[in-house]
């Protein structure tokens, strides 16, 4: 399968603590693109990277980091957690960096804060 | 600011009615409008975005800058058409972000 693919499916942790998602973009993909849905939210965009570099900022908190590697995985890194970042957490890729392009997601980390 | 509201969570219709699917949106510059579905257990996918103006599965959404809509729309429904829609919003040039509403819920009886 060459589509979007994260790990974990499922994470459950305490308070506190930190926590990596991966996210491996489609084949061909340059442009990774990271979402939070939290209960009876729309996906809230986090960041974007596009070819290793950040392109894109939304209201991403400051305990919250991200990064693309050379082989275009990225990871988000969150840290300090609390009750309320317990979400789905979804990563999306596409070709381009235009966040106009059709993005491509992922099934989600569904990460629980206990 | 860019902003997307879909008024309605859940949308019950039964099979063979049509199905309006509503979608406003707020963003001072040129938008380009999407329609993103989640059927049970599949990923969310891309519906169809308003500058293809393509019609998939008998979906169909027309950009109204007038009442800042786009609204999705199919005349007769089908079961199969039950899943979660979400409009998103994005800007037409360089990194603008992509945003999205919170979602309406399609459920279609037979």
Same mark, same amino acid.
């Given at each position: 399968?060459?589509?979007?693919?994260?790990?974990?499916?499922?994470?459950?942790?305490?308070?506190?603590?930190?926590?990596?998602l991966?996210? #491996?973009?489609?084949? !061909? $993909?340059?442009?990774? &693109?990271?979402?939070?849905? %939290?209960?009876? /939210? *729309?996906?809230?965009?986090?960041?974007?990277?596009?070819?290793?570099?950040?392109?894109?900022?939304?209201?991403?908190?400051?305990?919250?980091?991200?990064?693309?590697?050379?082989?275009?995985?990225?990871?988000?890194?969150?840290? #300090?957690?609390?009750? !309320? $970042?317990?979400?789905? &957490?979804?990563?999306?890729? %596409?070709?381009? /960096? *235009?966040?106009?392009?059709?993005?491509?997601?992922?099934d989600?980390?569904?990460?629980?804060?206990? | 600011?860019?902003?997307?509201?879909?008024?309605?969570?859940?949308?019950?219709?039964?099979?063979?009615?049509?199905?309006?699917?509503?979608?406003?949106?707020?963003?001072?510059?040129?938008?380009?409008?999407?329609?993103?579905?989640?059927?049970?257990?599949?990923?969310?996918?891309?519906?169809?975005?308003?500058?293809?103006?393509?019609?998939?599965?008998?979906?169909?959404?027309?950009?109204?800058?007038?009442?800042?809509?786009?609204?999705?729309k199919?005349?007769?429904?089908?079961?199969?058409?039950?899943?979660?829609y979400?409009?998103?919003?994005?800007?037409?040039?360089?990194?603008?972000?992509?945003?999205?509403?919170?979602?309406?819920?399609?459920?279609?009886?037979?």
């Open positions: 399968d060459s589509g979007v693919t994260q790990t974990p499916k499922h994470l459950i942790t305490a308070t506190g603590q930190r926590v990596t991966r996210c #491996s973009p489609r084949s !061909g $993909d340059l442009s990774v &693109y990271w979402y939070q849905q %939290s209960l009876d /939210q *729309g996906l809230q965009f986090l960041i974007q990277y596009y070819n290793g570099e950040e392109r894109a900022k939304g209201n991403i908190l400051e305990r919250f980091s991200a990064q693309q590697f050379p082989d275009l995985h990225s990871e988000l890194n969150l840290s #300090s957690l609390e009750l !309320g $970042d317990s979400a789905l &957490y979804f990563c999306a890729s %596409s070709v381009g /960096q *235009g966040a106009n392009q059709p993005q491509h997601f992922g989600g980390t569904r990460l629980s804060i206990l | 600011a860019q902003r997307v509201t879909q008024p309605e969570k859940l949308l019950s219709v039964f099979k063979g009615a049509p199905v309006e699917l509503k979608c406003n949106y707020s963003y001072s510059g040129s938008p380009e409008l999407f329609w993103y579905v989640q059927y049970s257990r599949q990923r969310l996918q891309l519906l169809l975005r308003h500058i293809s103006r393509e019609s998939i599965k008998g979906f169909t959404a027309d950009l109204n800058k007038g009442e800042t809509s786009f609204h999705l199919k005349p007769f429904a089908q079961e199969e058409d039950s899943a979660m979400y409009c998103a919003l994005s800007g037409n040039t360089g990194f603008q972000k992509l945003v999205f509403g919170t979602g309406t819920r399609l459920l279609v009886s037979p």
